[in-house]
């Protein structure tokens, strides 16, 4: 097997400078112009498969799955949530505990110079409006990645003005 282009005197073996592709990988050709025989095996990408040898590209997995170990396949995917114990909650809830008071501040800012050419110019109902809409999305964002519970689907419901809340809530815990 030799690192040269296709010529009309070669045989099939020749024709060929790289080795098949197993499963898993996908051929990525070095120089598809002057060398259209010679690739090389590369893994897929993840949430990417390919169950078939010498495939040139891998395909994707659906929605809710990501890659097997080997990239032959796709596995489904579970779904995984915070608890409110863990160390990545109690930093957001810091995260967001530090951001309302921020919040607070500009709004009562906003508020208090109300009267300034500035202010006014910014459409202080406008300012307090959007503040507010920031310090309801830090928790609501917190309550998207906790696991369901009738407590987090009423703050949801709370927070997020909705009006069905039977998406998460109306299976049993």
């Known amino acids: ?39 090389k ?19 994707e997995c659906g929605p809710n799955e990501t890659n097997s170990a080997d990239y032959i396949g796709c596995v489904p995917t579970g779904r995984e949530f915070l608890e ?3 160390s990545y909650v109690i930093l957001g809830l810091v995260c967001s505990g530090l951001n309302l008071i921020i919040i607070t501040f500009f709004m009562v800012m906003c508020i208090r110079m109300a009267a ?5 110019a910014a459409d202080p109902a406008f ?7 920031l310090a ?5 964002l917190i309550l998207t990645l906790m696991k369901p519970s009738p407590r987090v689907c ?7 003005a909705k009006k069905k809340k039977k998406k ?4 049993p815990w």
């Open 1 to 39: 097997m030799g690192g040269y282009p296709r010529t009309s005197t070669s045989t099939p073996e020749e024709q060929s400078c790289s080795e098949t592709c197993p499963p898993g990988l996908h051929r990525d050709f070095q120089d598809v112009v002057n060398l259209p025989c010679c690739w």
């Open 41 to 59: 095996c590369v893994k897929c990408p993840i949430h990417y498969h390919n169950n078939v040898s010498n495939q040139n590209k891998c395909l």
């Open 84 to 86: 409110i114990t863990s």
């Open 116 to 120: 300034r050419p500035v202010i006014k």
């Open 127 to 133: 300012l307090v409006t959007f503040l507010l809409g």
């Open 136 to 140: 309801f999305g830090n928790f609501g």
């Open 154 to 160: 009423e703050a949801e419901f709370i927070l997020n």
């Open 168 to 171: 998460y809530c109306s299976s």
